[in-house]
């Protein structure tokens, strides 16, 4: 397919070189675009806490308030957990409390609402 004189040389600013078909330039194009993508970060964690009342550890997260709750490692059905006590750690490690959820979500528990030593 001819190319008029405007679109064969908009690219190369001559007229001399052979137009490039866009479907040979795709694939190394988005190759070169993936390469360059840097691989995502794991999610982070908070420092880890050892309760001085019950022994148990814990991990600290900072709040969307901006304030810190000890969070219980591993997840729990939210059915078992009361509504105000329902916690979620963001990929960034920020602590959201959950207000309404499926029963057959999960959710974190902080480690202060099940302290057996308080």
Same mark, same amino acid.
């Given at each position: 397919? +001819?190319?008029? %004189?405007?679109? $064969?040389?908009? %690219? $190369?600013? $001559?007229?001399?070189?052979?137009?490039?078909? &866009?479907?040979?330039? &795709? +694939?190394?194009?988005? !190759?070169?675009?993936?390469?360059?993508?840097?691989?995502?970060?794991?999610?982070?964690?908070?420092? &880890?806490?050892?309760?001085?009342?019950?022994?148990?550890?814990?991990?600290? =997260?900072?709040?969307? =308030?901006?304030?810190?709750?000890?969070?219980?490692?591993?997840?729990?059905? $939210?059915?078992?957990?009361?509504?105000?006590?329902?916690?979620?750690?963001?990929?960034?490690?920020? !602590?959201?409390?959950?207000?309404? !959820?499926?029963?057959?979500?999960?959710?974190?528990?902080? =480690?202060?609402?099940?302290?057996?030593?308080?």
């Amino acid at each position: 397919m +001819p190319l008029c %004189a405007a679109c $064969t040389t908009a %690219a $190369t600013g $001559t007229p001399d070189r052979d137009p490039v078909r &866009l479907g040979d330039i &795709l +694939p190394v194009t988005a !190759a070169t675009l993936r390469a360059s993508i840097p691989a995502p970060r794991p999610p982070r964690t908070g420092s &880890l806490m050892t309760c001085r009342l019950c022994g148990a550890e814990a991990r600290w =997260h900072r709040t969307v =308030h901006g304030r810190w709750v000890a969070i219980e490692p591993g997840e729990r059905p $939210t059915a078992g957990v009361p509504r105000g006590e329902r916690w979620y750690v963001a990929g960034d490690g920020t !602590a959201v409390q959950l207000r309404g !959820a499926a029963p057959s979500d999960t959710c974190r528990v902080s =480690h202060f609402s099940v302290c057996a030593g308080r």
